[in-house]
């Protein structure tokens, strides 16, 4: 499943009344024939593997549509790439990790002073890991950017961004995949993985996805998640997705705009 299609699934489980339609801000064909932005609620960015601190055509087009998102006053939020893509239109700067892929966890995120405040982090705890999958971190935020949370290796792991008339919500994790998407994401970067030393061989990593399959499958099987190494955080549902309710909660309740 590609990630707008998880997103688009993921928002209706969790608001099942929404009705979402899929944008591509690469390429600028969805919307440069004139979409009203206006017209929506919100935004929402996915993952994906566009490279933000490179000048391509495709980088550069999707720089142009958050920026037309921000000027229409449009609450937006993004994971991952999503994140950075804002993060580069408004201003800032993205740049490759030192090694290649964070994959599977991030392991001890932190709330900055403004994170723990923040409406968007409501719930939390001090510190918690969550799904992750990328080769590129936000290494200089916009003027209007406040770093929400970070882990040691991530400076921008949550941030708020204000640009124009808009604002953006978003996470460097990915609170919308669940623990089999995650697996299935290890099994396709194996050869990456296993060159990283993250693991001996294919078995190992096969292992491992079988694993949070099976904790997906059964999330009171406290030996696995014993084995991984995660808590409710991760495992519950409802928590792993805590940044997007939050969200929506806000947008519901018309209080985005703090």
Same mark, same amino acid.
């Given at each position: 499943?590609?990630?707008?299609?998880?997103?688009?699934?993921?928002?209706?489980?969790?608001?099942?009344?929404?009705?979402?339609?899929?944008?591509?801000?690469?390429?600028?064909?969805?919307?440069?024939?004139?979409?009203?932005?206006?017209?929506?609620?919100?935004?929402?960015?996915?993952?994906?593997?566009?490279?933000?601190?490179?000048?391509?055509?495709?980088?550069?087009?999707?720089?142009?549509?958050?920026?037309?998102?921000?000027?229409?006053?449009?609450?937006?939020?993004?994971?991952?790439?999503?994140?950075?893509?804002?993060?580069?239109?408004?201003?800032?700067?993205?740049?490759?990790?030192?090694?290649?892929?964070?994959?599977?966890?991030?392991?001890?995120?932190?709330?900055?002073?403004?994170?723990?405040?923040?409406?968007?982090?409501?719930?939390?705890? *001090?510190?918690?890991?969550? &799904?992750?999958?990328?080769? +590129?971190?936000? !290494? #200089? @935020?916009?003027?209007?950017?406040?770093?929400?949370?970070?882990?040691?290796?991530?400076?921008?792991?949550?941030?708020?961004?204000?640009?124009?008339?808009?604002?953006?919500?978003?996470?460097?994790?990915?609170?919308?995949?669940?623990?089999?998407?995650?697996?299935?994401?290890?099994?396709?970067?194996?050869?990456?993985?296993?060159?990283?030393?993250?693991?001996?061989?294919?078995?190992?990593?096969? *292992?491992?996805?079988?694993? &949070?399959?099976?904790?997906? +499958?059964?999330? !009171? #099987? @406290?030996?696995?998640?014993?084995?991984?190494?995660?808590?409710?955080?991760?495992?519950?549902?409802?928590?792993?997705?805590?940044?997007?309710?939050?969200?929506?909660?806000?947008?519901?309740?018309?209080?985005?705009?703090?």
């Amino acid at each position: 499943m590609a990630s707008h299609e998880t997103y688009a699934e993921t928002l209706h489980e969790m608001s099942g009344d929404c009705v979402v339609e899929h944008l591509c801000c690469v390429d600028g064909s969805s919307w440069a024939s004139g979409v009203e932005f206006e017209a929506f609620d919100a935004a929402f960015f996915a993952g994906s593997p566009i490279q933000m601190h490179e000048n391509t055509p495709e980088v550069r087009g999707a720089a142009r549509f958050m920026r037309s998102v921000f000027e229409a006053g449009l609450p937006s939020f993004g994971s991952c790439a999503g994140l950075q893509i804002a993060a580069v239109a408004a201003g800032g700067t993205v740049r490759p990790r030192e090694t290649e892929i964070e994959a599977g966890f991030t392991r001890g995120v932190v709330a900055t002073d403004l994170g723990r405040d923040h409406p968007m982090l409501c719930g939390r705890p *001090g510190a918690w890991d969550a &799904l992750t999958m990328h080769s +590129a971190i936000v !290494d #200089r @935020l916009p003027p209007g950017g406040s770093i929400l949370a970070h882990t040691k290796d991530v400076p921008v792991e949550a941030a708020e961004i204000r640009s124009g008339w808009g604002i953006f919500w978003g996470v460097q994790y990915h609170p919308e995949l669940a623990l089999s998407e995650i697996a299935a994401a290890l099994r396709g970067q194996s050869d990456t993985l296993i060159q990283q030393g993250l693991a001996k061989n294919e078995a190992v990593i096969e *292992g491992y996805a079988g694993n &949070l399959e099976n904790l997906e +499958a059964d999330p !009171d #099987r @406290l030996d696995l998640a014993w084995q991984l190494g995660l808590d409710a955080e991760v495992i519950d549902v409802a928590q792993r997705r805590r940044e997007i309710l939050n969200f929506l909660e806000h947008l519901k309740g018309g209080t985005h705009l703090r």
